[in-house]
């Protein structure tokens, strides 16, 4: 049996091994201590990144790893771990995240609609259709709007960890980018509904 | 567009090597990989940056949080404001399984159940030839992914799923892409939960059950139930809530 002393030299793949292979075995507890421990910190640090606060972080960061523990048994060894790791933070801070809306302001009152007829913007995004929206992103938008919308709405990044990202140097950060590419949008769905005739 | 889509490994693969050019050529044109790179690109890099400002307290309390949920012992570093959500295997088991017997005892102040037997056995065979699941490229996904549902939230947030009767009497399922799945498939159970019939796994997210399908299913007088299971390389990562098949 290995201690915990030398799981330390032990890559992540064969330490999730080893709890895949028995989860009740004598070592699956200390490898598995082990290999969450090295993945504290990054998890915490992406947990903060999206939801601003460290309480948030902790919980969120708790909650992924926690997630990743349950789940050491399907991770099938056909990847980096690292990258199976990611994919369960990035699920589960899009899960505790409210998904912006692609068309309105981020801080346009979400209420601000209420008791409207659903336009088609509105329509189009309860759809909910994302090969849609990502065909309408594309025709209407440059590739620095794209991506920071795209960050904004699909991979719900706060708008200042966007500006971080994709280093935007103006004073309005990526709120500017986002503001010019959703009037963008919202003008090419106004131009598209009259030229249907308002249907 | 999306047929060549990176996938998780595919993005790994990038982040590690750099971009072939027919990657190059898809990346230039498609957001969603450009953006899927940027952000795990950024993941990547995390340990190497500057520690932010109380990261070592917070450490200490995931740390001894995590070991008190791995060896199952009190966590005194976690505080007592501390909120562990997790709970241990034998607490999910015993939620999991009261449950369930509460929402079998639910059903069965329905009257009838036995005599939902046959229809039942009916119904399998007519959901075996009629269920159909249409085939559209596959979105990106993820390999050997999760996004389990978090402790306190009800299922019915993981995957969001509706069914909508059509005036020819067919039902149509519909549901949300869910981060992570390759795949759904529609499962259909009797009012005491067994599983009588499950469509073949497919990456679409609409589903019709025929006419003649739902009306087999519809004979029993309790009625079925349906969800929506996603999958990840074959396994159930999610699922909707399970939802009653309209009646007509
Ligand atoms: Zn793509």
Known sequence: MMTSQSYTEVPDEALAALVAQDPDGPEAGSAAAELLGRYSKITYRWCLRM???????????????????????????????????????RNCCLCALRRPSLLRDDEADPDERAGD?????????????????????????????????WLRCFEQMPVDAITRLLRIDDASGARGLLQGARRKLRRALERRDAGNGGK | MSETCLDMGG??????????????????????C??????????????????????????????????????????????????????????????????????RDGLRRLRGLRGLRPAVGLAAIALAGILLIRERPAPVEDHGVLRDRPAGRPTAEVVIARTQSTPDGAVALTWRRFPGAEMYRVVVFSADLAEISRSPAGTDTTFVLDSSAVAALAQGPVGMFVEVQALAQGDRIAASRTMALPRR
């Not at chain 1, 007829?117 to 990502?134: I, N």
């Not at chain 2, 995590?66 to 015993?94: F, M, N, Q, Y």
Request: negative net charge.
């Open chain 2, 11 to 32: 993005l790994d693969r990038v982040a590690i090597s750099g971009p072939t050019p027919q990657d190059q050529a898809h990346l230039d044109v498609c957001p969603r």
């Open chain 1, 117 to 149: 007829h659903p336009g088609p913007d509105q329509a189009l995004e309860e759809k909910d259709d994302e090969e849609a929206l990502l065909a309408l992103i594309r025709t209407h938008l440059d590739p620095r709007e794209q991506e920071a919308l």
């Open chain 2, 34 to 103: 450009r953006t899927r790179l940027l952000t795990y690109r950024e993941y990547l890099a995390l340990p190497e940056e500057s520690e932010p400002e109380g990261e070592s307290v917070a450490m200490d309390r995931l740390r001894e949080r995590l070991k008190a949920e791995i060896h199952g012992t009190p966590s005194s570093a976690a505080g007592p404001g501390a909120k562990w959500r997790g709970v241990s295997p034998e607490d999910r088991g015993a939620a999991a399984r009261s449950a369930r017997e509460s929402w």
């Open chain 1, 51 to 89: 939801v601003g606060d460290r309480e948030g972080a902790l919980d969120l960061a708790q909650e992924a790893l926690l997630n990743a523990y349950r789940h050491l048994g399907s991770y099938r060894g056909t990847g980096r771990f690292v990258s199976w790791m990611y994919v369960i933070t």
